[in-house]
Structures are given as C-alpha cells and as structure tokens.
C-alpha cells in the first residue's frame, strides 16, 4: 500500500505532482510519503496491539532525520546498528529507552554512548562483544541490558546476500553456543541478561522460515527461564518483505503478527520488532530524467541521470523496481523495450534489463518506485557525483529534507598536504 498515483495523467506522490517538485529540485531525487510512512508504522502497531510491544524502526532502512522524526511521532523506537544512527534517532526524537542497538561490530565508544544514553538494549553478537561490553559498564558503575542474538540456522531472505540466520552467516551467537554464553552473561558484573533476539534476514515474504525459528527462539526462552535467566523481552527482529513487483504477495503485517502470537503463546515477554523495508520501502520513489536513447544491434538502452551510485539496490542484489514515467502513458501507446542504465563507469550500473515501458524520449521523467528503503542510505558521491536530494511530501506539501551538496562542500573534508601546496 503506498500514495503514489496518477492523478489526471501525471504521476503524484498524496497531492503533489512528482513532476513539479523535479522541476523545482531537480533530477536526479528521492521523494517520500509521510502518509505512507504512517499508515505503514500504524498497521503494525494496530497488529500487535493486544500485546506488550516495542517497534524499533531499523534505521538502517531509512535514516532521514525527518523520515525518523515522522516516525517518532507514530510512536516509533529505533533499531540502530552504529553511533551514527543512535545519535540520528535521538536527534529525531526517539528516546533512548526506545533504542535497541544490534550490529557484530560495536565499539567501545559506541558502547559507551549506548550506555550514557541508557537505551533500552544492547544486542550482543559474540563471547568477545559481551566481556568488552560488561568491562566498558562495569568501569562506568552501571550495567549494560542485553539479549544475545542468536543465530538459528533457518535459511530465509530474498537473496542470499540478506539471509543472515543461516550457520556460516556472520550474524548472530552459533545455536550450541547461546546457552553457554547467556550462562556466562549471568556472571558478569557490567550485565544484565533481558532477552533473547534473533534476525534471520530481509525481503522474506514467506512466513514459514521465521515461525521455525521464532519457535526455536520462544524454546530456549523458556530453558533460559527455567535456569534461571530473567529473560523476559524476545526481539525477533526485521525482516518482513513488500511487494516490488505486482506477482508479489509477502505476508501481511497480520499474519505476521498472528503468527508471532501463535508462537509466543502464554509466554509472559515483551515483543521487540525491528522492521525496515516493510515501513520505508513502498513509502520512497526515486525520479530520474532520461538523457540518451542509445540504439544497439540487440537492445535499446536508455540513459538516465541517476547512477548505481544513488540506488545501489539492483546492482548490489539485483534488485528489481518498478519503472512509471511521470506522464501516465496513452492508451493507444504499445509498449517499446529497453536496458535502462546510469551514467557511472561501471557494467554494474544497470537499473533494469529488457524492460518494457511505453515509448520514452529525452527529457523524459521516470521514477523508481519502492526505492525508500536501502537507497538513499546506500548511497555514494562515486564519480565525484554529488547525493542527491530527499523529499519528504505530507498532504500538499513538499519540503526538501537532504539538498544536494554544492561541489565546495563536497571537498571541504579534503586537504592538500604542505609538499603540493
Ligand atoms: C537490517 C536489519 C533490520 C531491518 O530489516 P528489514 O528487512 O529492513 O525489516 C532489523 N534488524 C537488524 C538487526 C538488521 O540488521
């Protein structure tokens, strides 16, 4: 569900022609719908209503200040995976003790920041990550709130470069090993054990790997419990897919939900849930302007100003994503097809192969649609190309959310060294 519609032949985001705020901003750009973004957040809310719930929005997704401010006022946590993002999450307005920070690779500063902030739960991914952790607490006379994500060995993920609960997958603590270790968390004097979590991957739109291992989850909850553990929050992370293409059905945030109280039953915990793609990724188009048609013996390819740069998606996991040009297309027009490609000096920066549109000129607008979540995040300044602008509409109106750097600020962080000035 998304508001991205054609509204008397041209395509708008709510209210607001997609073409006016290009012709105001510029191409190449990303526009978000607050509309979108809350209905998203609220039909998950609305589905676990009856239950004790956390929603930790995953920054990572989308971690525009004003996306996660509009979140924020939804009631929205946040699931953040740097120092970076809990500082943006905080700068938003979501309070610290809505915060869980995952991530395998947490520093001591990071750690300390978590810790200052009180936020309201540190996901520990290794034995290494908890000792440093319980040391940085211990030396700050406070103790740190943990789960230890667990790793269950449940394939899942809508490419093998987003599954993240398989063994041999960096994430998470080895299945055989989370016992011992929640035993020695039990010990430590900067720790205190809380929960249990567990994210197997992303774009899953089949509900079944997640129930196998939620339910391995809910199992060792209840051992842990029964020796003694106070494990009384579940996290059972992100990770449900949406529709980037019609043929698409994922599961809906109801089943999800159905199913999460299916398999938590009369156990007493907090559900913590950290979904990404599911609110940001339908709520995003980027727009893009057609430079060149270029003839070839095989194909056609069009040439647009946006690069893998600023949608890394396709490249990075060939991705797919819808394409409408801004100007609904005529009924008498037949369908033309083509390679859409960027301008960046890479064979990788292919936005789309052998995809039919109605016939497309320069000059022409596109827009690329479920691009709000990973894509903008993911962007580069590769090829000296500057970021390009975010959009953030609600209703009738538009404001710009990120500019578009000038070339000045694009260099600023850099220095010529004495020997070259
Ligand atoms: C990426 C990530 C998420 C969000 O995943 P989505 O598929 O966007 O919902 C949640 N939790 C963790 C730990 C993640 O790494």
Same mark, same amino acid.
């Given at each position: ?33 607050? *509309? ?13 209503? /009856? ?27 946040? %699931? @953040? ?10 700068? *938003? ?7 869980? !920070?995952?991530? #395998? ?40 709130? &943990? ?21 041999? $997958?960096?994430?998470? #603590? ?29 774009? &899953? ?8 291992? !939620? ?15 106070? #494990? ?15 043929? %698409?059905?994922? *599961?809906?945030?109801? /089943? ?22 599911? &609110?940001?990724?339908?709520?995003? @188009?980027?727009? =893009? ?8 013996? $095989? ?32 009924? =008498? ?7 859409? @490609? ?6 990788? $920066? ?49 404001? &710009? ?6 070339? /000045? ?13």
């Amino acid at each position: 569900m998304h508001h991205f519609d054609y509204k008397a032949g041209r395509l708008h985001c709510e209210d607001v022609d997609l073409g006016k705020i290009a012709d105001a901003v510029g191409t190449p750009l990303y526009v978000y719908s607050t *509309a979108t973004l809350r209905r998203h957040a609220s039909v998950i809310a609305a589905a676990f209503a /009856d239950i004790d719930c956390l929603i930790a929005y995953s920054v990572k997704a989308n971690g525009n200040l004003a996306v996660l401010a509009t979140l924020a006022a939804e009631g929205c946590g946040a %699931d @953040v995976v740097s120092g970076g993002e809990m500082l943006r999450a905080l700068k *938003a307005g979501i309070p610290a003790r809505r915060i869980v !920070f995952s991530g #395998v690779g947490k520093t001591r500063e990071e750690m300390t920041l978590g810790l200052e902030q009180g936020i309201h739960q540190f996901n520990v991914e290794s034995g290494a990550e908890l000792e440093t952790l319980s040391e940085v607490a211990s030396s700050m006379g406070v103790k740190a709130p &943990i789960a230890i994500r667990v790793n269950p060995d449940v394939a899942a993920g809508g490419h093998p470069n987003i599954s993240t609960g398989k063994q041999g $997958d960096k994430f998470g #603590v080895p299945w055989a090993e989370a016992e011992p270790l929640y035993a020695r968390a039990g010990e430590l004097t900067g720790i205190e054990v809380c929960g249990v979590d567990v994210h197997i991957g992303s774009q &899953i739109g089949d509900l079944e790997p997640m129930r196998r291992a !939620f339910a391995k989850t809910v199992e060792l909850t209840r051992r842990l419990r029964a020796s003694g553990h106070n #494990v009384s929050r579940i996290d059972f992370g992100g990770g449900l897919g949406i529709p980037y293409e019609a043929s %698409d059905a994922p *599961a809906s945030p109801a /089943d999800y939900a159905a199913m999460v109280r299916d398999v938590i039953g009369d156990l007493p915990v907090q559900v913590i849930l950290e979904p990404g793609r599911v &609110i940001a990724g339908n709520a995003g @188009v980027m727009m =893009t302007e057609v430079l060149y048609q270029k003839p070839a013996p $095989d194909r056609t390819f069009l040439i647009v100003d946006a690069g893998m740069n600023d949608l890394m998606r396709p490249a990075l996991y060939a991705a797919h994503h819808d394409v409408l040009p801004l100007n609904a297309p005529e009924k =008498t027009d037949r369908n033309d097809t083509y390679d859409i @490609v960027g301008p960046i000096c890479e064979s990788t $920066d292919k936005f789309a192969t052998r995809r039919d549109l109605p016939p497309v000129k320069s000059g022409d607008r596109l827009a690329f649609l479920s691009a709000g979540a990973y894509g903008a995040v993911l962007s580069s300044q590769y090829n000296a190309r500057p970021l390009i602008p975010e959009v953030l509409v609600d209703g009738e109106n538009y404001a &710009i959310v990120r500019r578009r750097p000038s070339f /000045d600020e694009m260099t600023q962080l850099e220095a010529m060294p004495d020997w070259l000035s």
